[in-house]
């Protein structure tokens, strides 16, 4: 199931289910038989999830004051599923040996994307890569993202000095790949994470020689397509635009969306507009704002923030559920942090925060998939210590 998650896109069928979903649930009442007949006890990821499990119960509950309680529903019927799954990475994740498989396959599974996406920008015409034209390519630069990340607990893993340097070559493609999307999100969420993975762990977290190695045959791979004219316009408008709030916008309109999340919070503080709610409040909110007619403003807009939304849609209760479980898993990792396992955690967590601040990561398997990792982690800490 996981090695289709990076393609996941490929495999939606009619109805609007992916074969993701139908292997989720297939391996979910698996595993679920088999653990009833050897009666084992899964106490422990009961523990571990018992915050999601809450959370989960608070999004239903929000279903009584939503503004479409149909919408709200379906959506809780997501967020179900996710935490199944979620449920799901912890209960199998039993062993490194299981952590290391999960890792390796979802790492070439990426890679097989991150190629076919290239491929699609330099021979279909696309402003910025995608393996679809339905995919946002900010999605897809999360998902490679994700392997990234994962490529530098393999390397570091390795003995074998031609191994390495063939994952090398893997990273550089991966980052041409995330390039490519055009995701100023994605950049940033990737150098924030770098920067405060670095702060918590130095040298630990990659060799300065192949990260310097890695950055310079990026940049000379990058400049010389750029001569050539085969990276676009689009893509060198968007890397030199990454910082310039006027020129992008303001975040293509996010600073104004959240101007006006702001003005929901500020009316709903304690228990939000309830789940799915935020697009069908939005215009009224918009003249509270002052800010109609604006760039990126109009009726029915989504959030483009994790935290506005949860705090917009589920008031404090939401949040602090939300936040205790982020908190709750930083906190393990940190105070294991020479661990190399705890080092992998902390980059997939803080990519996903980081993310989260301009995207609606939430509701996406990628998300579900690296906090079920996180979550197993310091359990594979602990075992090794005995």
């Given at each position: 199931?996981?090695?289709m ?39 422990s ?27 709200a ?9 996710l935490?199944?799954?979620?449920f799901?990475?912890?209960?199998l ?8 498989s999960i ?40 998902v490679l993202?994700?392997?990234l990340l ?6 570091n893993?390795l003995?074998n ?9 893997f ?8 390039l490519l ?5 994605g ?11 670095w702060?918590?762990?130095?040298r630990?977290?990659?060799k ?11 940049v ?12 676009n316009?689009e893509?060198?408008?968007r890397?030199?635009?990454m910082?310039?709030?006027e ?7 996010r ?29 009224y ?5 002052s ?11 989504y ?22 479980l982020?908190i ?12 190399p396992?705890?080092i ?5 967590l803080?990519?996903?925060v980081?993310s989260?601040?301009?995207?609606p990561?939430?509701y ?15 359990k594979?800490i ?5």
């Amino acid at each position: 199931m996981v090695i289709m998650i990076p393609a996941e896109e490929l495999t939606t069928l009619s109805g609007g289910r992916t074969l993701v979903w139908i292997f989720g649930v297939a391996l979910f009442i698996a595993w679920t038989i088999r653990t009833l007949l050897i009666k084992k006890k899964i106490e422990s990821e009961f523990k571990q999830s018992l915050i999601a499990i809450i959370f989960l119960l608070w999004c239903s509950l929000s279903i009584f004051w939503a503004q479409d309680q149909k919408a709200a529903l379906e959506r809780v019927f997501t967020i179900a599923q996710l935490i199944l799954f979620f449920f799901l990475i912890q209960a199998l994740v039993v062993n490194e040996k299981r952590l290391g498989s999960i890792i390796v396959v979802y790492y070439f599974s990426s890679l097989i994307i991150a190629i076919i996406s290239i491929y699609s920008f330099l021979y279909s015409n696309l402003l910025r890569a995608a393996i679809t034209e339905d995919q946002n390519p900010n999605s897809l630069a999360r998902v490679l993202g994700i392997a990234l990340l994962m490529g530098i607990f393999i390397n570091n893993r390795l003995n074998n000095k031609l191994k390495k340097m063939l994952f090398i070559l893997f990273q550089c493609l991966f980052i041409f790949a995330i390039l490519l999307t055009g995701s100023r999100g994605g950049w940033l969420s990737l150098l924030a994470v770098f920067c405060f993975t670095w702060v918590l762990v130095g040298r630990r977290l990659i060799k300065l020689r192949a990260a310097l190695l890695i950055a310079f045959i990026s940049v000379i791979i990058f400049l010389n397509l750029s001569k050539i004219g085969v990276i676009n316009v689009e893509i060198i408008n968007r890397l030199t635009s990454m910082l310039d709030i006027e020129a992008t916008h303001g975040g293509t309109g996010r600073i104004n969306i959240w101007a006006v999340g702001w003005e929901i919070i500020k009316e709903n503080p304690f228990i939000g507009v309830g789940l799915e709610s935020f697009p069908y409040v939005f215009h009224y909110y918009i003249y509270k704002a002052s800010l109609f007619d604006t760039y990126g403003i109009e009726p029915g807009r989504y959030p483009h923030n994790i935290f506005i939304s949860i705090q917009a849609e589920l008031g404090i209760v939401g949040s602090l559920l939300f936040l205790i479980l982020l908190i709750k898993y930083f906190h393990q990792l940190i105070k294991n942090r020479n661990e190399p396992k705890a080092i992998l955690g902390l980059l997939l967590l803080s990519f996903m925060v980081f993310s989260g601040i301009v995207e609606p990561v939430l509701y996406r398997k990628y998300f579900w998939l690296s906090l079920g990792l996180v979550a197993a982690i310091p359990k594979l800490i602990s075992q090794d210590e005995m």
